[in-house]
């Protein structure tokens, strides 16, 4: 069968009860399968988590605007559905892998979350299906998790089925982009392969651009994030040079920012966290140590990132001493625990290890974000937000996270406050990371 007419079977097949499966409906699955539903598809959301679809279901999912709309929209139609049933999985014309690849507390990818769901995806795979890794891995995952085990089973890849990588796109708290205007790389493990999955990618998405591999699809990912955790890690590294030298490293970067070509404007902060740039560039260099290559400037950019938490807790030390307060027994509020504005995504974030930093060393914490109702102390113990930080009598404030509806006027008033941030008005109460 030529790849069209199997791209067009893969999307709209009778013999399938579903057009599309999603397999892990976290921060990018349910935005992907909200997206296809939206585009007239069949879907089938699957996950794991009897939570996770209950979270969905009473439609109190952290989602865009845009997105809570297609829920609610969804929700009332009888073409999307969700459940925790794998098997369901052999009724879809295809499937689409969107589940988490963190790493360990080694920096090792931590592949188990991954390698369960591509056995799910084998295990009930019928001919004539496209089969679609979305999560962030090594190079070679598709091949190694879904090509290789699909072949053992009598599946061939671009005969019997379609098996290809894409990898998801999506900026979690950020609305400037639309699902369907952000253009998606694809690469089959065959040429035929990779057209099908453009044929169904083209039905969400206004551009779709063709690799000649899985393998070149999976590194443009590690390459996208990599550049960026390198980028903030040279930012970070300014702000430290500029602080040395008596100017703003914001002042640097404003100016900098009016280039209109070779410069791309990265900020300063007190680390990086989510799903992605702390995560992503450690799959890489893992799997450049096995084959024993080096990669310095992405090593360095990481154990830079790694060690920005600490400075924060270094440069709050140094405050309170200028106070002539200890961090033992001090009284240090951070405003704002999410990973970045406008989400409630506490993963990988730099709050909970200075917020664990801090109680390790005796201080007093509190913390307030709207987004974020409990947070981990670092000691077993959980902490719950703040309804008014104002109130809260603080030796130090740490603003973290500046959502986009966080009142700091009060910060004026604060006795010291640390803005780890970079945007804040100065003031003889405000001292830079």
Not at 266 to 277: A, Y
Request: charged share 20%; aromatic share 6%.
């Amino acid at each position: 069968m030529e790849p069209e007419a199997v791209a067009d079977d893969a999307a709209q097949d009778l013999t399938f009860t579903f057009d599309v499966a999603i397999v892990g409906l976290g921060y990018v699955g349910l935005p992907t399968a909200l997206a296809i539903n939206a585009s007239g598809r069949r879907v089938l959301g699957l996950d794991v988590s009897e939570n996770r679809l209950a979270v969905i279901r009473s439609r109190q999912a952290d989602l865009l605007d845009s997105d809570k709309a297609r829920l609610g929209n969804a929700l009332e139609d009888p073409t999307f559905m969700i459940s925790t049933d794998l098997s369901l999985l052999a009724r879809a014309a295809a499937v689409v892998v969107c589940v988490p690849t963190p790493v360990d507390p080694y920096l090792v990818p931590d592949l188990g979350i991954l390698r369960a769901a591509c056995a799910s995806v084998v295990e009930f795979a019928v001919p004539g299906q496209l089969l679609m890794l979305t999560s962030t891995t090594y190079v070679g995952s598709t091949r190694d998790l879904l090509a290789v085990p699909l072949a053992a089973k009598g599946l061939i890849p671009g005969t019997d089925v379609f098996v290809a990588f894409s990898p998801e796109r999506i900026n979690p708290g950020v609305d400037a982009f639309s699902h369907e205007d952000v253009p998606r790389v694809v690469g089959g493990v065959t040429p035929a392969c990779g057209e099908v999955a453009s044929a169904l990618l083209q039905a969400s998405t206004k551009l779709v651009h063709v690799v000649p591999s899985a393998d070149v699809a999976e590194m443009t990912k590690l390459v996208e994030n990599t550049f960026r955790a390198v980028n903030i890690a040279l930012a970070n590294e300014f702000a430290d040079i500029c602080h040395e030298l008596g100017m703003e490293v914001m002042d640097v970067i404003d100016a900098a920012s009016t280039k209109p070509y070779g410069f791309m404007p990265f900020t300063p902060g007190p680390g990086v966290g989510g799903h992605c740039i702390p995560c992503d560039p450690h799959y890489l260099l893992w799997q450049l140590r096995k084959a024993r290559v080096t990669a310095p400037v992405i090593e360095h950019a990481m154990a830079g990132i790694a060690g920005r938490p600490h400075q924060v807790v270094e440069k709050a030390r140094r405050i309170l001493s200028d106070r002539n307060h200890g961090i033992s027994g001090a009284r240090v509020l951070v405003l704002g625990v999410a990973y970045k504005p406008d989400v409630e995504d506490l993963r990988e974030s730099p709050a909970l290890e200075i917020i664990a930093a801090m109680v390790a060393h005796g201080a007093v914490v509190a913390y307030h974000d709207p987004w974020c109702p409990t947070a981990p102390d670092g000691q077993g113990s959980a902490l719950e937000s703040l309804d008014d930080p104002s109130g809260w009598d603080a030796d130090l404030v740490i603003l973290h996270t500046r959502h986009s509806a966080m009142d700091i006027e009060w910060l004026r008033d604060a006795p010291a406050v640390l803005d780890t941030t970079y945007r804040l008005p100065a003031g003889t109460n405000v001292t830079r990371l």
